[in-house]
């Protein structure tokens, strides 16, 4: 099993541009969750979706941030226009159930 | 909402030592208790988990104890190794609702 896997690993883009991560759950599973780690906040769950479907949104910061899955097998979630204080560690995470989290490796996002 | 706090925030412990890392919640109703690792530049990974019904759970040197009355549970290390040092999450999910985080436990062993 490949597990999650996300890209890029890294990204380093200036304020204002666009930026879109990219998640491949681990097949058969039926929810996808984006969070975001930073040291100030910690692991904070952005959206989830389940089947598909965004099932929660609330912990999306502004409307600047959006996230799709458009099949089971892939998820983007977009910040457009970036801003500095966007830079973090960005986690993609799958579950069969919605309990047991299987987590990424992370996207390293830097807004210079 | 929930709230989760976890303690101590670093821990420092020699090779072969236990280490025991503690976690509270407020919401009665949650059922669901992971225990995550984070190595640097990686991802958490599920170590181990506890479900209410069960008040303790082993695999190998790992263990997790709940107690559902005090609202807490807490995670122990057996015979720590250098390569336990990370930094541990507990989370804590009510029903089908979303995973909370605690703060988070920087473990050093020192060999």
Redesign the interface.
């Known amino acids: 099993d490949a597990g999650v896997i996300q890209s890029p690993r890294h990204e380093v883009t200036e304020m204002g541009q666009e930026v879109t991560l990219r998640c491949k759950p681990i097949s058969g599973h039926d929810y996808l969750f984006w969070y975001r780690q930073t040291m100030m906040r910690g692991l904070e769950l952005l959206i989830y979706f389940n089947n598909n479907v965004p099932i929660d949104d609330s912990g999306m910061p502004e409307d600047r941030f959006s996230a799709k899955m458009p099949n089971a097998s892939f998820s983007t979630l977009k910040i457009q226009p970036s801003e500095p204080r966007d830079s973090a560690v960005y986690f993609c995470a799958s579950s069969r159930d919605s309990d047991t989290q299987y987590f990424g490796p992370g996207t390293r996002l830097t807004v210079l | 909402g929930e709230n989760v706090e976890q303690h101590p925030s670093t821990l420092s412990v020699q090779e072969g030592d236990s280490a025991v890392i503690k976690c509270t919640y407020s919401d009665s109703a949650s059922n669901?208790f992971?225990w995550?690792k984070q190595e640097l530049g990686?991802?958490?990974?599920?170590i181990i988990?506890i479900r209410s019904n069960v008040g303790e759970k082993k695999d190998q040197r790992i263990a997790v104890t709940l107690n559902k009355t005090a609202k807490h549970f807490s995670l122990h290390i057996t015979e720590t190794q250098p390569e336990d040092s990370a930094v541990y999450?507990c989370a804590v999910?009510r029903n089908?609702d979303?995973?909370i985080?605690g703060?988070?436990t920087r473990l050093q062993v020192f060999p």
């Open positions: 669901y992971p995550y990686k991802g958490p990974q599920l988990d999450f999910l089908t979303k995973l985080f703060t988070g």
